[in-house]
């Protein structure tokens, strides 16, 4: 079979099935990549705890022979994951200490964020919750009530973020009760959903999907997550197209990764690219800290380096907030070059 008919058949199926489907054997993915293991970086099966998962749909964008591809750097396990090293740990965020119900992360004035469930469809090697038990505090079905009831509890509340792992791999069914419960608290005014499947699996965005959030009395937003304009294949544009059909607003939030998008022409093209789709450039993170993912590390000096370059060249609306989160702090911390221009 040619790989063309394997993706096509692929992409006919559900999101569910596609999600099934996903390489979890780096074997699987280097063949289907054509890439002889030997020739990766350092080939392993990095980690147990943290296995590799990407959907076709992400590895189909990934250019086939290429062991350096900026799209397989993010998902490929690499024997620089077991590197210990100082001034990386396992909650760099200080998620534990936030956590004011099971399942309600309440750090910011106005927002909670809602862990509605641990797991991803593709697992990100930098990802701040590679070592975190989230699977522990995700809502669960008892849970839920005690989340709502907090929420309801705190009248300023404005804004309910629903976050994970990746909220929308909740069913339609799970998903359209939680919003609903949520539609019936009336200090809330915003919900916000942010997700990475429109990106790395948007066969989730189906007419069932789009139907159950345009049902919403509350204004709703959508933060993606896109680190590369490599991963806009058109089956995400035509996704991103549809939820902005529905009067979603559509945000996108990137990290700073080494050998990733740490080059200004990269992150420019993804700011332009992002906004050809209609999508607004949010933030752009530096790296949490987290243990496993300090090869991604791009250095603050360099981080505003690259600000700088993106401020002389786009429109001020295209440029992200470089931010960074600083563990007990109000809000997310803004990284910029000083500009005394207000
Ligand atoms: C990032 C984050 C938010 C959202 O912050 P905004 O600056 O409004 O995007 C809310 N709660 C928690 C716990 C967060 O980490
Ligand atoms: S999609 Fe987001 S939460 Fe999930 S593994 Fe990737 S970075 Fe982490």
Request: with cysteine; glycine share 6%.
């Amino acid at each position: 079979m040619t790989d063309n008919t394997y993706e096509s058949e692929h992409f006919a199926q559900n999101w569910q099935q596609q999600l099934s489907g996903a390489f979890t054997r780096t074997e699987d993915l280097c063949e289907y990549l054509q890439l002889p293991l030997g020739q990766l970086p350092s080939p392993l099966a990095a980690s147990q705890n943290f296995p590799l998962r990407v959907p076709l749909s992400f590895a189909a964008s990934i250019e086939k022979g290429n062991p350096n591809d900026p799209l397989l750097r993010q998902v490929l396990p690499i024997a620089d994951e077991q590197l210990t090293v100082l001034g990386f740990g396992n909650d760099p965020v200080g998620d534990l200490a936030a956590l004011a119900e099971i399942g309600v992360l309440h750090k910011y004035h106005g927002r909670v964020l809602l862990i509605s469930i641990g797991t991803c469809a593709i697992n990100c090697r930098y990802c701040f919750r590679r070592n975190f038990p989230y699977a522990d505090v995700q809502l669960g079905k008892q849970k839920q009530q005690a989340a709502l009831n907090y929420i309801t509890a705190d009248t300023s509340i404005t804004e309910v973020i629903l976050s994970g792992g990746d909220p929308l791999l909740l069913n339609d069914r799970q998903l359209g009760e939680l919003l609903e419960q949520i539609n019936q608290i009336t200090h809330v005014k915003r919900i916000r959903i942010h997700s990475r499947l429109p990106i790395v699996l948007p066969a989730r965005i189906t007419d069932n999907l789009l139907e159950l959030l345009a049902k919403n009395s509350k204004t709703l937003v959508m933060v993606v997550h896109c680190n590369h304009a490599n991963e806009l294949n058109p089956r995400v544009a035509s996704a991103l197209s549809r939820l902005q059909q529905h009067g979603i607003t559509v945000f996108n939030q990137a990290v700073l990764l080494k050998g990733v998008n740490d080059e200004a022409l990269t992150l420019c093209t993804l700011s332009e690219s992002l906004f050809a789709l209609g999508v607004i450039p949010y933030y752009l993170h530096l790296l949490d800290k987290v243990q496993g993912a300090a090869h991604f590390e791009v250095s603050r000096d360099r981080a505003l380096a690259l600000l700088k370059a993106l401020q002389t060249v786009l429109p001020g609306y295209l440029v992200p907030k470089l931010v960074t989160e600083q563990a007990g702090a109000a809000f997310k911390q803004y990284v910029n070059n000083g500009s005394d221009n207000c």
